[in-house]
């Protein structure tokens, strides 16, 4: 089984920063796509940004240019740095990978964390 543990959030000052990590583990054949999402109260989920498994990067208009993706392929973990926060980035956010758990020929799932949030005040 694999599982998706996130860390990293907690409360921060507009214009602050946090990085989130998100670890895959359980047995793991490859890690795809890998992605954050968020859901702020009263919203449907949102997606911040993706990235592919060669390192290619996609990002929600809202956070172009604060927040950067990031992946570590041999420590199997995802990254968020968000930086000049703002009070409407407050959210739940959940790390999500593409993943081939298992052997070569296992078929590719999608996984969710539980979620970590990000608090976003002064």
């Known amino acids: 089984q694999v599982q998706l543990v996130e860390s990293g959030g907690g409360l921060v000052r507009p214009g602050g920063s946090l990085r989130l990590s998100c670890v895959a583990s359980g047995t793991i054949f490859m890690i795809y796509d890998m992605g954050w999402y968020r859901q702020a109260p009263g919203k449907q989920r949102e997606l911040v940004a993706t990235i592919t498994s060669g390192g290619s990067t996609n990002y929600a208009d809202s956070v172009k240019g604060r927040f950067t993706i990031s992946r570590d392929n041999i420590k199997k973990t995802g990254y968020l740095q968000m930086n000049s926060l703002k009070p409407e980035d407050t959210a739940v956010y959940y790390c999500?990978?593409?993943?081939?758990?298992?052997?070569?020929?296992?078929?590719?799932?999608?996984?969710w964390g539980q979620g970590t949030q990000v608090t976003v005040s002064s």
């Open positions: 999500t990978a593409n993943v081939r758990a298992g052997t070569w020929s296992a078929p590719r799932e999608d996984y």
